[in-house]
C-alpha cells in the first residue's frame, strides 16, 4: 500500500518509518490493493501524537494514538485503524453472504407424446376411450430457508477503560475511539459498561 508520511515539529526515525510501513502494509492486506494511506506525526505540549488515515475504495478509516513516546502513539493509531479495518471487512463479508429472494419458478405443462400412427389403425370413432384426460400439472418451487451466518470472533483486549471515567467521559472516549463497547469505572467505585445498541443509541449497564 502506497504511505505518505508527514512530520510536523518533529523528527521520524528510520525505525519508526519502518515499523509505520509494517502496519499499514498489515491494514492494506485487510483492505485490498486499492487501499493507500497516510502517516502524520506531530507534537502537542510534549505529547507525541500520531494521526492515521486510511483511504479504500468505498470507505475511509481515520485514526489517532496519543502517548508520550512516539513509538507507542504509532502502535495505538495503527492498531485503531487496523480494528476499523477488519470491522469494515466483516461488513462486507456479511452483506456478500445474505440470501437472495428467489423467484418462484413454474414448470411448463406436462403432457404426454402423441401415438404413431398405423397403416391399419382403426379410426377415432371406432376406438374406446382409454384413460382418463389428459391435464396440466403445474410444478412449483418453494423459497429456500435464510442462511445462517456464522459469527466472526474478534478478539479484543482495548475495550477496558485505564482509568476512571465519569459517564460522560466515558461517552466521549467511546466516540473518539469509535468504540462499539466500553467497560469502565466510574470515580465512586462502580462498574459499568457502555455499549451501542444497533438503533445507534448508547445504553448503560450497571455491573453488580
Known sequence: MEVEFTARGVRISKALRAQAEDGMERIGRILGRAAHGSVTFSEQRHLQIVEVTVQARTQKLAATGKATEQEAALRQALAHAEHQARRYRDRK???KRLPKEEKVLTAPPVTRPKARATPDAEPAEARPARGKARASIAVHSFPAQATLVEPHVIRNGECFALRPLTIEEAVKDAEFRDRDLLIFRH??????????????????????
Open 187 to 208: 470515580p465512586s467505585g462502580e462498574m459499568y459498561v457502555l455499549h451501542r445498541r444497533r438503533d445507534g443509541q448508547m445504553e448503560l449497564v450497571e455491573i453488580p
Open 93 to 95: 463479508i456479511v452483506t
